[in-house]
Structure formats: C-alpha cells, structure tokens
C-alpha cells in the first residue's frame, strides 16, 4: 500500500520535473522522515519485546521508554498539521499545476482493494503516522485487561500510558 513517504516522493519528483517551488512540499512533509523512522524502530523494538514477552515481559517499560524518549516528534508532527492540511488541500485542490497531474492518478493503498483517486487517498494516508500513538494506547489497554491485577508490568503500562497520554 501507499505510504506518506512514498507521495512525499512523487509529489517532489512532479515538483522538480516541471520546475516548481519545492518549499510547499518541504514544509507540508516536515518531520515525516522522523516520524516513520521512530515508528520503523518502536516497531522493530515491540516485535522483539513481544517475541520474549513470555519470559521477559517489558512492554510497558518499552513504551514509557520510547514515550519519553522518541515520541516527540507526533507531537511536532501534530502541531503542523491542521497548517500543512491546508497547504496541501490548496495545491491539489486549487486548479494548477499540482490539481491538473495528481487529479488524475490513482493509487492502490492496498494490494488487494482497487485502485482509488491520488488525492482521496492522499489525504487519508497523511493522517496515519499521527494514528500510530493511539493504536499503543488500545494495545496497552489490551494487554493490561489481559494480565492478572499484581502483574509485575501493570505499573509500567500504566506509566507508559501516561507518558504516552502526555504526548
């Protein structure tokens, strides 16, 4: 499926053929690259601590860590967004350049569901780094109904939420 990295490519490569400014698209993707790449490593660092959870069971250590450690950059991500939405919402929408190639296009955002309007699945998929920090609170959630009340990561999940939460 489509990633907002891979549109951050083709919507510079588009800029760069037809000679246009590339400091919308600078400014609208900023931060991306450092938001997939915290997500690329928590995740690698959750499938581990997964895979030894039986016998380590330290996810709620490995939240609270990365939680204050790592995941600021949602929180820069998020500040910028509502601004960077209506950046890309007027260039794709607006009647140049930018509406009259990508207006156009279609994008498969799933190997196995048809292919859809670059823009409609554009925006979505803009959304999605910023649903990553959720989708832990829901797994904590989980994990925590899931394990018996004196269980010894119960304090870390909680403080993993809350220095989650925080973000």
Do not use: C
Not at 117 to 127: A, E, I, K, L, N
């Amino acid at each position: 499926g489509e990633r907002p990295d891979s549109f951050q490519t083709m919507m510079t490569q588009f800029a760069r053929d037809n000679s246009l400014d590339l400091d919308p698209l600078t400014k609208g993707f900023h931060g991306l690259s450092s938001i997939l790449s915290v997500q690329r490593r928590f995740l690698d660092a959750l499938r581990k601590t997964v895979g030894e959870y039986k016998t380590k069971e330290k996810i709620g250590e490995l939240v609270e860590e990365w939680a204050s450690t790592h995941f600021f950059v949602y929180s820069e991500f998020v500040t910028s967004q509502d601004d960077n939405a209506l950046l890309f919402n007027d260039l794709l929408q607006s009647k140049g350049k930018y509406h009259k190639h990508f207006s156009k296009i279609t994008v498969k955002p799933h190997p196995e569901k048809p292919a859809q309007p670059f823009m409609s699945v554009f925006f979505g998929t803009y959304q999605t780094p910023v649903q990553r920090l959720p989708r832990v609170m829901l797994l904590l959630r989980e994990i925590k109904k899931n394990l018996p009340q004196d269980h010894h990561d119960i304090p870390h999940i909680d403080a993993g939420s809350a220095a989650v939460d925080k973000v």
